[in-house]
């Protein structure tokens, strides 16, 4: 009797899980977290604390602070009153309420009065929060205050750009040169960053700095999977994602004793240049060396490490690592194959995509918020660890969908409130807005965490990569779209202007939600899908036990971009 076809793509997956399994199996035997883990570890954790440093620098430096239409004629005109006079000239020259029009108030002959209205070309700055912003220094203000958000978007642009083409690079050359390359061109762009002349070379270097950025995320990031064990990978990962939260705090404190830009941005480049130095402290992954063939270079690494762990390991044991043939990679068009895969996939794209959009945009408008803006960032940093350490502990209890449906049902009523405070509460209550704000950010940075991990168990063997890889560009397209939310406020006429970005990431939550409960199956405590079959028998419902290592691994091992 002829057992059950298996296809060519099924052989290869089983040949190389055998590898893995031996890989793996040597870790064991040297330490799967050990000396010489513990020691790598540190800087593939610090790596996060300056991708934090590079992206939310941006708070600071492209802040737009209040701002007016210069005087025309009065030299020494400073955003706030010098005098009497002064006062007197800013009332008449200035229309209420206005930060880019100036008015020109004549008086004929007969005694009439006309007033006529026009747009100014240079303005004053109130520098009592920031001494200096590239906002201030070239004027992105008024009819240019798209010049703000598109130099925001480049960065988060050079990031999908790197993290689609440079990933395929680290595969194919190794995670070290890619390393070592994106780790020069961050560092290089942070510092001509400080010696910005015009817009346009302000907008071309922060380009490159996110696609050094995104390069060194994925190779710093994989080398430190790559070198511990399946059971303690979960150690980097958490390790790594406080890392970011760290890097939000210092830029806080950093901000709030730098006021001026080009100094902010030397100080974030300073805290950067001990990448420089990665080449002499992270070696290539022995398992990319090992599927590429060297093993040479990987035994010797592996020898390495045993000794620094104070494990013996035999030459018996390394000559048994064999590199057995690249398994074919999986087509993207394979997501769509069945239309319940295809519901599925599209729907956790845009979990991805509202997750991202309204992180970033809450993260990078902080400056809008009722409050200090330094206390404000600082607030989400310690938020987002113990949003971490929460979903660590819950995710298994409760399971995904649970607990991502409370997330988002937390996330839909604090922008409800907020809402409600902009448009019905007294002024001097406003700072309950930050309040919702920030607890509504709570179920965001949740909700990130756990669509990690959904996303990996959602998709089969076979496509879990592609899907997650996918994913997580979707997140980056959100990314894109958040600096431009701040603009709904000035298409947006009314009363209703400065809750029309709270009322896009309410309909965003609210789709997502839907989404989420009708078509995405709870896929806690079920085995992982092998084949787009499995993926097919997914249902609403949990099934059998999974170890939980397995599972923490998962939630561990990766990070946003």
């Given amino acids: 009797m002829l057992g059950p076809r298996v296809t060519g793509s099924e052989q290869l997956g089983e040949i190389k899980r055998l590898f893995e399994m031996l890989y793996d199996d040597v870790l064991k035997l040297i330490g799967e977290?050990?000396?010489?883990?513990?020691?790598?570890?540190?800087?593939?954790?610090?790596?996060?604390?300056?991708?934090?440093?590079?992206?939310?620098?941006?708070?600071?430096?492209l802040a737009t602070p209040p701002h007016r239409c210069k005087l025309p004629g009065f030299e020494n005109d400073t955003y706030h009153q010098q005098s009497d006079y002064h006062g007197n000239l800013i009332n008449q020259s200035i229309p209420q309420s206005s930060s880019c029009l100036l008015r020109n108030t004549t008086v004929d002959k007969y005694g009439n009065m006309t007033s006529v209205e026009y747009k100014c070309g240079s303005w004053v700055y109130d520098t009592s929060t920031y001494m200096s912003t590239l906002v201030t220094e070239f004027n992105m203000v008024c009819d240019d205050d798209i010049l703000r958000n598109n130099a925001i978007m480049i960065t988060f642009l050079?990031?999908?750009?790197?993290?689609?083409?440079?990933?395929?690079?680290?595969d194919r050359f190794g995670r070290y040169p890619v390393m070592v390359i994106s780790n020069v061109l961050v560092v290089t762009s942070a510092y001509l960053l400080v010696w910005t002349p015009n817009y346009i070379f302000l907008v071309i270097v922060r380009f490159f700095v996110g696609i050094g950025l995104g390069g060194q995320l994925i190779a710093i990031f994989t080398i430190g999977v790559e070198i511990v064990g399946p059971s303690k990978r979960r150690f980097t990962g958490v390790l790594f994602h406080l890392g970011w939260c760290l890097g939000v705090l210092v830029i806080a404190m950093l901000g709030y004793c730098i006021r001026n830009w080009?100094?902010?941005?030397?100080a974030a480049a300073v805290l950067t240049s001990h990448h420089l130095f990665y080449f002499l402290m992270l070696p290539e992954?022995?398992?990319?060396?090992?599927t590429r063939g060297q093993l040479d270079k990987a035994r010797t690494l592996i020898k390495k490490a045993a000794d620094i762990n104070k494990t013996i390991i035999t030459d018996d044991v390394l000559l048994k690592l064999r590199v057995s043939e690249t398994p074919a990679t999986a087509k993207f068009w394979k997501l769509c194959s069945t239309r319940k895969l295809t519901a599925r996939t599209l729907a956790i794209y845009f979990v991805w995509f509202s997750v991202s959009v309204t992180y970033f945009g809450i993260m990078l408008n902080l400056e809008f918020l009722v409050g200090n803006i330094y206390l404000n960032l600082s607030l989400t940093a310690v938020i987002e660890v113990i949003c971490y350490i929460f979903v660590m502990l819950?995710?298994?209890?409760?399971?995904?969908k649970k607990l991502i449906c409370g997330c988002y049902s937390l996330q839909i009523l604090s922008l409800i409130a907020v809402i409600f405070i902009l448009l019905y509460v007294p002024p001097d209550l406003n700072w309950l807005m930050t309040v919702f704000t920030l607890i509504g950010q709570c179920g965001t940075i949740c909700s990130f965490a756990i669509v990690w991990l959904w996303t990996s168990e959602l998709f089969p063997t076979e496509l879990r990569n592609v899907g997650t890889g996918t994913g997580s560009a979707s997140a980056r397209v959100g990314a894109l779209v958040a600096p431009y939310l701040e603009l709904l406020?000035?298409?947006?006429?009314?009363?209703?202007?400065?809750?029309?970005p709270f009322v896009f990431f309410?309909?965003?939550?609210?789709?997502?939600?839907v989404l989420i409960v009708c078509v995405l199956p709870e896929t806690n405590k079920q085995k992982l899908p092998d084949t787009v079959d499995d993926a097919g028998r997914l249902e609403h419902r949990s099934g059998e036990t999974r170890d939980k290592d397995e599972t923490v691994e998962m939630l561990g091992t990766n990070s946003k971009c």
Avoid at 37 to 55: D, G, N, T
Avoid at 262 to 266: I, T
Avoid at 490 to 495: A, D, E, I, N, S
Wanted: proline share 5%; charged share 15%; glycine share 6%.
């Fill in 262 to 266: 080009r100094y902010l941005q030397l």
């Fill in 489 to 500: 406020s000035k298409l947006v006429p009314g009363r209703f202007k400065e809750v029309s």
């Fill in 506 to 513: 309410g309909i965003i939550c609210m789709v997502c939600l």
């Fill in 394 to 400: 819950m995710v298994d209890k409760s399971g995904r």
């Fill in 158 to 170: 050079g990031l999908v750009f790197s993290c689609s083409i440079i990933s395929n690079f680290a």
């Fill in 33 to 61: 977290f050990g000396r010489y883990q513990k020691i790598l570890s540190i800087p593939v954790c610090i790596e996060p604390l300056s991708l934090a440093l590079m992206v939310m620098v941006t708070v600071f430096s």
């Fill in 285 to 290: 992954s022995p398992r990319w060396l090992l």
